[in-house]
């Protein structure tokens, strides 16, 4: 009796195993699927919101009527932590500030035009960031994720080793699975150099992100951002008395005579309002993989100093440089074109993946159908479910629960998944 007792416990131990195995391998392919899409963030920004004004550019006057009028519209709210002003770029051409409440597109002359209303396009990087999650234990998971990617992309090198020399060998298709692993074998070599860079820049952004929380908590008070400040500079002495909007316009005019080759893609005001308030630009620059480079004014407009992204240390280089990496945001349509067809076949790995890892299971004499349900279910209801997120965005406008319609059909495809695999086994 001990013995039938223990070979049950083993059994479900062991299915246990695997149900957790499928829930991490559905959580790595949602993040390499909305990754794949989210390449496009820019682009998907203008189709949901056609109507937004768009310009090449705009002019240092325009954009320092455009904060002032924002400003003006925060009386009566909690005072802004940070102003954001996003200055048209090649893949955006929009004026857009942002605040700490609220965020509005202007037009060429400053004046606010309109609330911008880019929720489902911001469910999207959110979804692929932390999985709707609180955003610490999000994007945890989605750090060890990358980790995971990393290792399965180098462990499957060394177990395979003909794997480059058989890089265009197709075998035949067979109920053996030989032919979907073929295809799976044959994607990871070709994509090779993209998913370790991905794998390795997505660990690092997401674990980079926990290690600062832990060191803050344990040697800073809580205060992340002194965590960071070696690498991204620090916020400045705060002084909340009352003062007036920064000269924005002033600092604006400074990078144009002074750095005309950097382009310009961010003001940022910190604690504006107050007398403790400063002004950082952010300009990309040529054919490097930096996001940009911080420049520095004081309330003025007055330049003060450069954070050292582009040519201070090794290691603040890197990390500036892995966003790039990762999101694709280098070298225009091109490169973006590219890296959603790179994540398109990262996505099928993890999809063949897991399939092969059942086929190999029901080989062995492990059958276990109702996985192979649930993993359908995941495979086919999660582009299903963010075309829906699009949808419900369409009839319902910038307020659908996103998060909630969308994990709402994964659940609904996997009961439909399950309940379909026992009836077909009911009738046989």
């Known amino acids: 009796m001990s013995r039938v007792i223990e070979s049950g416990t083993v059994k479900k131990a062991l299915s246990a195993h695997a149900a957790i195995g499928l829930l991490a391998g559905a959580l790595l392919y949602i993040v390499s699927l909305t990754g794949t899409v989210a390449v496009f963030y820019e682009e998907l920004q203008r189709i949901e919101q056609p109507g937004a004004p768009e310009m090449a550019a705009i002019a240092p006057d325009a954009v320092q009527r455009g904060v002032e009028a924002v400003l003006a519209s925060e009386n009566g709210k909690p005072r802004t932590t940070h102003l954001y002003v996003h200055l048209p770029t090649a893949d955006l051409p929009r004026a857009t500030i942002t605040t700490d409440t609220q965020a509005f597109h202007l037009d060429s002359t400053g004046a606010i035009a309109e609330p911008e209303e880019i929720a489902w396009s911001d469910f999207l990087v959110a979804l692929h960031y932390t999985l709707n999650l609180p955003a610490i234990v999000g994007i945890t998971i989605v750090g060890i994720l990358g980790v995971m990617l990393l290792t399965l992309a180098l462990s499957g090198v060394i177990a395979h080793p003909r794997i480059f020399r058989d890089a265009f060998r197709l075998r035949a298709r067979n109920d053996s699975g030989v032919g979907l692993a073929d295809w799976h074998n044959r994607l990871s070599v070709w994509t090779l150099p993209f998913?370790?860079?991905?794998?390795?820049?997505?660990?690092?952004?997401?674990?980079?992100?926990?290690?600062?929380?832990?060191?803050?908590?344990?040697?800073?008070?809580?205060?992340?951002?002194?965590?960071?400040?070696?690498?991204?500079?620090?916020?400045?002495?705060?002084?909340?008395?009352?003062?007036?909007?920064?000269?924005?316009a002033?600092?604006?005019?400074?990078?144009?005579?002074?750095?005309?080759?950097?382009?310009?893609?961010?003001?940022?005001?910190?604690?504006?309002?107050?007398?403790?308030?400063?002004?950082?630009?952010?300009g990309e620059h040529e054919r490097r993989l930096i996001f940009g480079e911080y420049y520095g004014f004081d309330s003025e407009g007055r330049f003060h100093e450069t954070v050292g992204l582009a040519d201070g240390k090794l290691g603040q280089q890197a990390a500036a440089s892995a966003y790039q990496m990762h999101f694709g945001t280098f070298g225009g349509l091109p490169v973006k074109l590219a890296y959603f067809v790179l994540g398109a076949a990262l996505t099928a790995i993890c999809a063949t993946g897991t399939y092969i890892w059942l086929g190999k299971r029901r080989r062995r004499g492990i059958d276990e159908p109702t996985l192979r349900a649930l993993w359908h279910g995941v495979v086919i209801g999660t582009p299903v479910a963010l075309v829906m997120t699009f949808v419900a965005r369409i009839v319902f406008g910038n307020e659908a629960p996103f998060a909630i319609v969308f994990w709402s059909l994964i659940v609904m495809a996997e009961v439909i998944a399950v309940v379909a695999v026992r009836r077909q086994s009911a009738t046989r």
């Open 250 to 282: 002033a600092a604006l005019a400074y990078m144009a005579r002074h750095y005309p080759d950097v382009s310009i893609t961010y003001a940022t005001l910190h604690d504006p309002m107050t007398r403790g308030q400063h002004v950082q630009i952010v």
């Open 195 to 248: 998913s370790v860079a991905i794998a390795l820049t997505g660990a690092m952004i997401g674990l980079a992100t926990v290690t600062a929380y832990a060191i803050a908590s344990s040697s800073y008070d809580g205060d992340v951002e002194a965590v960071y400040a070696p690498v991204f500079g620090g916020e400045g002495k705060p002084d909340a008395a009352p003062a007036p909007a920064p000269d924005v």
